[in-house]
C-alpha cells in the first residue's frame, strides 16, 4: 500500500462531499530536503528542508462506522486471501509439514508470519479503535 502525502498536516477523517469520507492513520511528519539555487548557476547554493506529511488512506462511504472503517483499512493493507494463507500455512506447520516437524526452522517461519500479522493487525484495530473514539463514530 502506497503512502499518500501531504504539504500541511491532513486531519485523521475528512467528509469528501459524495457521500464518502477520507480515514488517514500513521500521519508521520517528515523534512525533506529542498536545494537552493541561484540565477545562473548549476550548483546549489544552500540545501533546507521543510516539512511534509505522510499517511496511509482510505474511502468509505456513509453510513461510517468503525467497523466500516476496520473492514476498508484491513482490505487495504492485505489481500482478501492473505490470513487464510497464512492459517493454513500455520496449521500445516504444527502439523509438522514444513521441514518434517514442527520445531524446523521453515515451520517457525511459517508460524512466527503468522503471528507477525495478528500482531499487526491487532495494533491497526487498536488504533482505529482509538481514533473512533476521538472523532465520535461508532
Excluded at 500513521?26 to 540545501?47: C, L, S, T
Excluded at 484491513?74 to 490470513?83: C, F, H, P, S
Aim: charged content about 25%; proline content about 2%; glycine content about 6%.
Amino acid at each position: 500500500m502506497k503512502r499518500a502525502y501531504y504539504d500541511a498536516l491532513p486531519s485523521k477523517f475528512e467528509a469528501v462531499g459524495n457521500g464518502s469520507y477520507i480515514y488517514r492513520w500513521d500521519i508521520q511528519e517528515e523534512a525533506v530536503p529542498q536545494q537552493i539555487m541561484a540565477e545562473d548557476v548549476d550548483q546549489p547554493i544552500a540545501e533546507v528542508s521543510h516539512a511534509q506529511y505522510s499517511c496511509f488512506e482510505v474511502i468509505v462511504w456513509a453510513t461510517v462506522t468503525s467497523n466500516k472503517i476496520t473492514e476498508a483499512v484491513i482490505g487495504q493493507m492485505w489481500e482478501a486471501n492473505y490470513e487464510q494463507k497464512l492459517i493454513n500455512e500455520y496449521n500445516a506447520a504444527k502439523l509438522g509439514l514444513y521441514g518434517g516437524s514442527a520445531s524446523s526452522s521453515e515451520a517457525k517461519a511459517k508460524i512466527g508470519a503468522y503471528k507477525e500479522f495478528l500482531s499487526a493487525r491487532s495494533a491497526l484495530k487498536a488504533q482505529i479503535d482509538a481514533d473512533c473514539v476521538e472523532l465520535n463514530i461508532e
